[in-house]
C-alpha cells in the first residue's frame, strides 16, 4: 500500500490590493559598487540627474514628514490618520534607502555634502518656519509638501509609463529602487494634500501661488546638483560629446519623465484638483504583486 504524505500546503491569501490602505514595506535593497560611473545608458546628464534625485530625497522626505505631522492632532478622522502614519512609513524608508546609496556615490569620489546642507538649510530653516503671526502667512511647508508631492507622483507615474528601465541600459539595482519608489509615491499621493486641504481654509490660494515658485526652485536645484556632479567628474567626461550626450538625455530620461506630467501638472491649479483624478493605481498593484516585500 502507499504511503499517503500527507502534505501541507500552505496557502497564502493575498489581500486584495488596497491602494488607500499605504502599506509601509520594510524593505533592504543594496547596491551594486559595480556598475559603471555613468550607469544610465553611459549617460552623464542623466546619470547625474538620477544622483541628484538621490541626494534631494532624504532631506526632502524628512521636510515632507515634518510638515505633515505638525497637523496631527486637526485630523480626526481615523482613516486619514492612519494614511498619514504610513506615508511617514513610507517616507522614512525612502530616504533611507536613497541615502544608502550616498556611500556608492561616495566611494566614486563625488562631494556634495555642502549642496546636501544647504538645501537641508533651506528646507528645515527657513521654508519650514515661514509664518508671520496674525496673518494667513503660515503652513507654506506643508503647501510645498503638497505642491512637491504633486512631482513625485507625476515622476512615479512617469516611472512605469515613459522611462525606459530596459534591464540592457540601466542597472537592475537602481531600476528596482526607483519603481519601488515610485509605486509608494503614487500610493501615497493624495496624503498631504488632503491634510492641506483639511487644516487651511486658504488652500487654494497659497497652492495656486505657491506652485509656479516650488516648480522653479526644483528645477534650479536639479540642475544645479547635476552640473555640479559633471563637473566634479570632469576628467571622465569628453567635452566633444557633452552635445550629444546633452541631446540624448533631452529627448531620452529628461523628456520621458516629463511626457504627461506637462498636462497634469496644470490639473494642480484646478480648484477641484485632487491627486486621485489620476487614477494609476493600477501601476503601483501591478508592480507588487509578484514583491516578497509587498
Ligand atoms: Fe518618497
Ligand atoms: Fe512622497
Redesign the pocket.
Known amino acids: 500500500m502507499a504511503t499517503t504524505t500527507q502534505k501541507k500546503v500552505k496557502e497564502t491569501v493575498k489581500k486584495d490590493y488596497d491602494p488607500s490602505e499605504i502599506k509601509v514595506r520594510r524593505v533592504n535593497f543594496q547596491f551594486s559598487d559595480k556598475n559603471k560611473r555613468f550607469y544610465y545608458k553611459d549617460n552623464p546628464f542623466s546619470t547625474h540627474f538620477i544622483n541628484v534625485l538621490h541626494i534631494l530625497?532624504p532631506t526632502g522626505?524628512r521636510f515632507?514628514v515634518n510638515s505633515v505631522l505638525k497637523h496631527q492632532k486637526e485630523i480626526k478622522d481615523e482613516k486619514l490618520k492612519k494614511q498619514v502614519r504610513n506615508f511617514c512609513g513610507?517616507?522614512g524608508i525612502?530616504?533611507s534607502m536613497h541615502e544608502r546609496f550616498w556611500n556608492i556615490l561616495k566611494a566614486k569620489g563625488y562631494n556634495f555634502e555642502g549642496y546636501e546642507n544647504h538645501i537641508d538649510k533651506l528646507l528645515h530653516k527657513v521654508v519650514a518656519k515661514i509664518e508671520v503671526e496674525g496673518t494667513k502667512i503660515n503652513n507654506i511647508d506643508l503647501v510645498a509638501t503638497a505642491c512637491l508631492e504633486h512631482f513625485?507622483a507625476l515622476f512615479g507615474h512617469a516611472i512605469f509609463e515613459h522611462v525606459d528601465t530596459n534591464p540592457k541600459y540601466v542597472p537592475e539595482d537602481m531600476a528596482e529602487l526607483f519603481k519601488w519608489?515610485a509605486s509608494?509615491?503614487i500610493e501615497?499621493k493624495n496624503v498631504a494634500y488632503d491634510v492641506m486641504q483639511l487644516v487651511d481654509e486658504d488652500e487654494y490660494a497659497k497652492r495656486i501661488a505657491f506652485m509656479p515658485l516650488a516648480t522653479v526652485i526644483l528645477y534650479f536645484y536639479l540642475t544645479v546638483g547635476t552640473l555640479m556632479l559633471m563637473y566634479q567628474d570632469r576628467k571622465y567626461i569628453k567635452v566633444s560629446r557633452l552635445p550629444k550626450q546633452f541631446y540624448q538625455f533631452a529627448t531620452g530620461l529628461f523628456s520621458e519623465l516629463h511626457r504627461d506630467l506637462v498636462s497634469e501638472y496644470f490639473s494642480f491649479f484646478k480648484k477641484d484638483f485632487h491627486p486621485s483624478n489620476l487614477n494609476d493605481y493600477h501601476l503601483a498593484e501591478e508592480f507588487f504583486k509578484d514583491k516578497a516585500y509587498a
Do not use: C, M, Y
Open positions: 530625497f522626505e515632507f513610507q517616507e525612502h530616504s513625485t519608489h509608494e509615491e501615497h
